[in-house]
């Protein structure tokens, strides 16, 4: 006899299941709506991040610094040296990255994990470049060639990233973007 699974359990409605939730009154009161972010350049432009590179933006939340995002570096080339404060995950969704400072590959399908405190140059070498898709939470400092710090870049920072490129291009703000 098969063990019994829980996908096994799982309901297979075709219809809203009206579970109880004990907590309902206070999630109603105090939680945020999930959000959507389709994939079109309507729901979120491509915007600009340095001379061969484009970012676009998925999602804000001020409350806890995270940010979502795609960025894209279009042909072979790098995205300056930079040290994360916090956590990043990454998933390769087309071309390929690697980081000067380690041994690995990252190609299509493939997941990348970063804890806070390290620092790491980003390069692509395939022909067409790479997009990466990245959960980001806590602000990312870059550095020069020499290890000068340049600048930091939280959700501030990207929320102005994206609110200036739409409003000098007469986009509309997608209020899905903001949690």
Do not use: Q
């Amino acid at each position: 006899m098969a063990a019994d699974t829980v996908g096994d359990r799982l309901s297979s409605a075709y219809e809203i299941v009206n579970v109880p939730e004990p907590y309902a009154p206070v999630i109603m009161k105090h939680g945020v709506a999930g959000k959507f972010v389709g994939p079109t350049e309507k729901e979120s432009p491509w915007v600009p991040f340095g001379p061969n590179a484009a970012i676009r933006h998925l999602h804000f939340d001020t409350r806890s610094n995270t940010f979502s995002n795609v960025l894209w570096i279009k042909e072979k080339g790098v995205i300056g040296t930079h040290k994360h404060r916090g956590t990043v995950v990454m998933v390769c969704l087309e071309g390929s990255a690697r980081y000067l400072e380690y041994d690995w590959v990252a190609n299509p399908g493939d997941f990348i994990y970063e804890t806070p405190g390290l620092i790491h140059t980003l390069v692509t070498d395939h022909p067409n470049g790479v997009k990466l898709f990245g959960w980001l939470h806590g602000p990312i400092e870059f550095y020069d060639d020499k290890g000068g710090f340049i600048e930091t870049l939280d959700v501030w920072w990207f929320i102005n990233h994206y609110e200036t490129f739409c409003k000098e291009h007469g986009i509309p703000l997608n209020p899905e973007l903001y949690l």
